[in-house]
């Protein structure tokens, strides 16, 4: 069977790459298929979903696949690490300029000494989290199908084994560039530029300074995509600069979670001791990734090196800034203000200071404010703040509860639902799953039999930890 699949990033040189095979699995079987993904593809998705369990699981490839393991570099938890890799992933090529890759299909040379291989339960996180994300409209590689493989992987324990099939817009991550860098190697640094130039800001090569203009770029997506990630109450758990794209995707759905009481010292990550990728850390985290990616672009930005740090600094140092101006213009379209007045964001600021004051549910918070009223609820002063600031906006209530809905979900992959439906997947039962996803599938709307859904985990249902799986 072919796909139709082009292979742009096999095109570059080989110690950009390194090909290898998936390893065969034993008993594949499909446990969860996201037709609708494969229509946007352009696939066929009765033909696809026949071949998936084979196809999916990398034991029977399309035939116009050319399999590769991706090189790259990456500071982890802010230590750098000269050679990470795709060590569980295999790309089998783009399918109308779309990465198509197996997760946990195998060892590569990039393993470093893992299996290579992935449990149910993580691979069925990233399609249960992915595609929520999608859904709430957070830029996001997608996942398009998870089949198990009849094999055990061995973590803390015996799990059963799966192959997760992630669609990307590519997988060229920060990391990818400071590989080269690290080896001072020029010549592959400007062919990656200009690969990323090409494949996702066009528009840009014909820029002064193309390697500039693509750093205020990638900050831009960054800034929009942080923002976006944090009006939903996500904390992606290991922004580490090889999870950090340049198409400005959510990549690495790991130890990731989503806030229920709001915090913004909120971890779920268990590897993350000291909070370093905490829910409020994120910004200023992805302005340090940023910067390595500048370093990474320096001797492509100017001749002299003073020069280009400074120019440099000229697109880092305002990212806070910029993340701010689309976060505060998310909270306002959240709090139902159609208007902007200068003194919205110290607003803002302090309803999510009495929602950590009163440990509120940062999702329902949003999602019912418009029937909040004062002397009823934890928030009460700053809802009066808030009823005279809608005072001075042009919309009517109707309009406003209406637009506060398109905005504010009432269903989110609450942690407890998620770890629910993974341990019954991990045992065979795969209905919570099914249930979880179909739900998540349409988070602004109004679910009345999927109400329990939208509720907050019990004290003893709470979530505290998550784990990367690998």
Not at 139 to 153: F, H, K, W
Not at 224 to 241: D, E, P
Not at 409 to 436: C, M, Q, S, W, Y
Request: include cysteine.
């Amino acid at each position: 069977m072919r796909l139709g699949l082009e292979h742009s990033y096999a095109g570059l040189p080989q110690h950009f790459h390194a090909p290898v095979r998936p390893a065969v699995v034993l008993a594949p079987r499909l446990l969860a298929f996201n037709r609708p993904l494969a229509v946007e593809l352009g696939l066929d998705p009765d033909t696809l979903e026949h071949a998936a369990a084979g196809m999916f699981s990398g034991n029977v490839l399309p035939e116009d696949a050319q399999p590769l393991a991706m090189a790259y570099a990456g500071h982890q938890f802010g230590n750098f690490v000269p050679q990470l890799g795709d060590g569980r992933a295999i790309l089998l090529g783009e399918l109308n300029g779309r990465d198509i890759q197996l997760k946990g299909a195998g060892r590569t040379p990039f393993s470093r000494g893992g299996d290579g291989r992935a449990a149910i339960g993580p691979m069925l996180r990233e399609f249960i989290v992915s595609e929520a994300m999608h859904a709430l409209g957070v830029p996001t590689t997608r996942s398009l199908a998870v089949v198990a493989t009849g094999e055990q992987v061995v973590r803390e324990e015996a799990l059963p084994g799966a192959v997760l099939t992630r669609i990307a817009a590519s997988h060229v991550r920060v990391g990818t560039f400071e590989y080269f860098a690290a080896r001072e190697d020029h010549a592959a640094l400007q062919q990656l530029l200009d690969y990323v130039l090409a494949r996702h800001y066009p528009e840009l090569r014909s820029a002064e300074v193309p390697a500039l203009a693509l750093l205020a770029a990638a900050a831009d997506r960054q800034a929009l995509l942080i923002a976006g990630w944090m009006l939903v109450g996500f904390v992606h758990g290991v922004m580490n600069t090889d999870n950090m794209t340049l198409s400005g995707e959510t990549i690495d759905y790991g130890p990731c979670a989503f806030l229920d009481a709001y915090h913004a010292n909120t971890r779920f990550s268990s590897i993350d001791q000291r909070g370093r990728y905490a829910y409020a850390n994120q910004p200023v985290i992805a302005q340090w990734n940023l910067a390595r990616l500048a370093e990474s672009l320096l001797p492509f930005i100017h001749t002299d090196s003073d020069i280009a740090v400074a120019k440099a600094l000229e697109v880092i140092e305002p990212f806070i800034a910029r993340f701010d101006s689309y976060f505060i213009a998310g909270m306002r379209h959240k709090i139902g203000l159609a208007s902007e007045e200068e003194q919205d964001g110290a607003l803002i600021r302090r309803l999510l200071t009495a929602m950590q004051d009163t440990a509120a549910d940062f999702t329902l918070t949003f999602r019912h404010l418009d029937t909040l009223n004062p002397g009823n609820a934890p928030i009460d002063e700053w809802l009066g703040e808030w009823r005279v600031r809608l005072t001075r906006d042009p919309q009517t209530d109707a309009q406003r509860a209406a637009a506060m809905r398109r905005v504010n979900p009432a269903f989110i992959p609450r942690n407890h639902r998620v770890e629910a439906a993974l341990a019954a997947a991990t045992a065979g039962d795969l209905a919570p799953f099914e249930k979880l996803c179909h739900v998540l599938q349409r988070p602004f709307d109004e679910q009345p039999d999927a109400s329990a859904y939208a509720e907050p985990p019990a004290p003893s249902e709470r979530v505290l930890q998550t784990f990367c799986g690998t």
